[in-house]
């Protein structure tokens, strides 16, 4: 009997067994943590993946003589297991965590990232929590937040006497993240809310009834509080039951991607802002058509930041001389960003890098002269404006002197 | 039976302590938590032959529970585990004194729409974090003395705490009391002819199952700082039903084995899957229960039993041609 009993824990260990790499003091190690193939892929998937390797290949491959090594892991779109793969990745010697899509893996992961002292690069997470009350010396915010995305398109359309709202909220901490930023704005430039209706996240196929009610309100604009396959079932419900004439599709959080799956007659028309344009410069025409020939589809905003936030985090490396997290923090803060993903990008000490930001616009079929030609870039937020002042800041880091 | 049992023992308080030297331990501590709360299911479904598809409500609970005292009423770990279980327990009776009322599908409805009704709640509180979760839980001083700041302190309480709930399981099934459960399992109407009050067992086996439940719960939040809304979620709920199945019920180390089996999945084959992950669960899954309904420990055991029984013969034969 022995011998069976043996045999099967002889059997389970085996199968079991994978010693964690041991770490390397001089290599720079990287993780790219996302949902790789899950619902929310867009914010990461194969296109972070590629983007991490490009901004690695940009640099040059090595840093000390050593090769930059990257891992990428999925955490399935579920913070427990982010926090515990990030923990993994941490004690097992990686230096930096990128992308984290989703806002609750991101504040999860940016705790562990303090304690162990480590770096967090957050692109793929918009919550204004990670650079307010949840900030942290660790953690960095590259790409968007909600405030950003929300804030713009209120006052570019208050500036042209559009000022009555109404919104559908997606009932989850991000989408009333979004509602409380966009309320704000809606106030602070003198519109009014005309009623709002919030649905189940990520639940809700059926849309109609959100949609006529939104239509029926009469509201000159109808904002969209929620991201993802919501945000584009909100589209198709709104275009479905006649939106049109003079009332005004906004969505606060869209990346080109829903764009190019929703097609140009569903989403003509629709505003919003984003942090990076493909067709917008000359600069990041050149990265973007790059970009393209590895992974079949144009940069969204999150990718765009996952070279940019990779490419930064390394320069910082090498003029810092080592890979210590507080030095290298200290450094990321120092040196200004200019890359086709941001002119004078600057990390403030909240930790958000606050960027341009750009109104834009979806163009209508007609307008479309080649793939993916699909926005009109109305306005470039300057950075200031775009991001939440210091002043007004949650984050415990800023000193109000 | 005794020598195997020991040996049993044994190896298993051995593999705990050598496996850290060789597995990540919070991928371990993570696997023991599962385990836990699976064997506490087990105790429901396997023993009482209860089918809930509510326990994700304990297993949240308590890591809500453990969160709150330890974050912000300042509670030693101690104290902030047993205000898991103690929570977990309590729903555990209210929720099982309803439940009980209906057999079957009902009741299975009845816990899932119980632990739903939790999961908006959760939901909807501003002080759980919503969906962003609760964050920060501290891991604190045990006892005052053994900091879990330390990964490996924290890998012996939850080893420690694995063994006892094991144990708990293994005594109360042996019981008596277990007895009559199994008997409940067996055939309901004979154990209320037989004069027992079945009502009552049934709900003291909920709050059980709950308080262990509770435990896993509690633990894992402890280990990760952090509570997620997940925990409370339907898809656990299920999950933890499949750990079991695939294990094999009404065994001691079924729930282990589906719990080891199903997380390691996740862990090791998400990153090279991605959404197959599912659909291979599934045909696992599939497969199990159509070629060996008495999961992975179920068929060993039925094995060994087989061969044993083989072995018992040849000697007899052997004796007789002597």
């Known amino acids: 009997m022995n011998k069976v009993y043996g045999r099967m824990f002889a059997l389970m260990a085996s199968t079991v067994l994978t010693m964690p790499a041991l770490a390397d003091e001089d290599q720079v190690k990287i993780a790219l943590m996302t949902d790789l193939a899950g619902a929310t892929a867009d914010y990461g998937g194969q296109g972070a993946i590629e983007a991490v390797k490009m901004a690695i290949e940009d640099f040059g491959g090595t840093l000390n003589g050593k090769p930059i090594h990257a891992d990428f892991i999925d955490h399935q779109n579920k913070p ?67 405030y950003s995305l929300a804030n713009s398109p209120v006052k570019a359309l208050a500036a042209n006497g559009v000022n009555n709202w109404y919104l559908i909220v997606s009932d989850f901490a991000y989408g009333l993240s979004v509602e409380a930023a966009v309320t704000g704005a809606i106030e602070s430039s003198g519109g ?13 196929s059926d849309f109609s009834s959100y949609a ?43 990346l080109i991607n829903e764009i190019h799956g929703l097609g140009l007659d569903q989403a003509s028309g629709l505003l919003f802002a984003d942090g990076f344009y493909w067709d917008r410069t000359e600069q990041t025409r050149e990265w973007s058509k790059r970009f393209y020939e590895r992974v079949g589809k144009m940069p969204n905003m999150v990718n765009a930041g996952d070279y940019s936030g990779t490419l930064h985090y390394l320069r910082a490396v090498e003029a810092a001389g080592t890979t210590d997290a507080k030095t290298v923090l200290a450094k990321m803060r120092e040196m200004p960003i200019n890359d086709m993903f941001a002119e004078n990008g600057k990390i403030r000490e909240d930790g958000m890098m606050v960027h341009d930001m750009y109104l834009v616009q979806v163009k209508t079929p007609e307008e479309s002269q080649y793939d993916w030609d699909y926005l009109k870039v109305l306005e470039t937020i300057p950075a200031e404006e775009a991001f939440l002042p210091l002043d007004q800041s949650k984050c415990s880091l800023v000193n109000k002197g | 039976m005794l020598n195997t049992r020991t040996l049993m023992i044994v190896l298993a308080v ?31 479904l396997g023993y009482t ?55 079957g599908i009902y009741f299975a409805m009845i816990t899932l729409a119980i632990s739903q009704l939790i999961y908006f709640v959760a939901m909807q509180m501003e002080w759980t974090g919503r969906d962003d979760g609760f964050h920060g839980i501290p891991r604190g001083t045990l006892f005052g003395i ?48 037989l004069g027992y009050d079945v009502d009552r067992y049934k709900v003291l086996a909920f709050t059980l199952s709950g308080a262990l439940s509770g435990l896993a719960g509690a633990l894992k939040a402890l280990a990760l700082s952090y509570e997620s809304l997940n925990d409370l979620h339907w898809a656990l709920s299920g999950e933890v039903v499949m750990m079991c199945i695939l294990g094999g019920l009404g065994t001691l180390g079924g729930p282990v084995a589906g719990a080891f ?57 052997q004796e007789g041609n002597r």
């Open chain 2, 261 to 317: 089996f199903v997380i390691l999945l996740q862990n090791f084959l998400a990153d090279k899957v991605g959404e197959w992950l599912s659909v291979i669960i599934g045909v696992v899954f599939l497969t199990c229960i159509l070629a060996f309904r008495k999961g992975f420990v179920g068929e060993i055991g039925d094995w060994i039993e087989k061969m044993r029984a083989r072995k018992g013969e040849s000697a007899a034969k």
């Open chain 1, 80 to 146: 427990d297991i982010a926090v515990t793969k990030a923990r993994e990745a941490f004690d097992s010697g990686t230096d930096m965590v990128i992308n984290l899509s989703n806002s609750a893996a991101a504040l999860g992961v940016m705790e562990i990232a303090q304690s162990k002292d480590k770096v967090v690069v957050v692109t793929g997470a918009g919550s204004d929590r990670i650079t307010g009350d949840a900030c942290s010396p660790n953690a960095v915010h590259f790409a968007f937040n909600s």
């Open chain 2, 146 to 193: 053994i900091d879990l700041q330390d990964d490996m302190a924290l890998y012996g309480l939850v080893a420690a705490c694995f063994l006892l709930a094991l144990f708990a399981i293994h005594r109360i099934v042996t019981s008596p009391f277990g007895q009559v459960l199994t008997a409940i399992r067996e055939n309901e109407p004979r154990a209320i002819s």
């Open chain 1, 212 to 254: 006529l009610q939104a239509i029926s309100s009469g509201a000159q604009a109808i904002g969209l509080s929620n991201s993802s396959s919501d945000t584009t079932n909100s589209i198709r419900a709104l275009k479905e039951f006649g939106l049109g004439g003079d009332q005004q599709m906004v969505a606060f959080t869209l």
């Open chain 2, 49 to 103: 032959g209860l089918l809930s598809f509510g326990h994700a409500m304990f297993f949240g609970s308590a890591g809500y529970a453990l969160g709150v005292t330890m974050k912000h009423l300042g509670w030693p770990p101690e104290l902030g585990i047993l205000a898991g279980v103690a929570v977990a327990a309590l729903i555990g009776f209210l929720a099982g004194s309803v439940a009980i009322r209906r057999q």
């Open chain 2, 14 to 44: 051995a593999a705990l302590a050598v496996a850290p030297a060789f597995i990540y331990p919070m991928l371990i501590v993570k696997l023991l938590c599962f385990a836990i709360f699976a064997s506490a299911f087990n105790l429901m």
């Open chain 1, 192 to 204: 009014t809310l005309s009623g709002s209706v919030k649905h189940p996240a990520f639940m809700a």
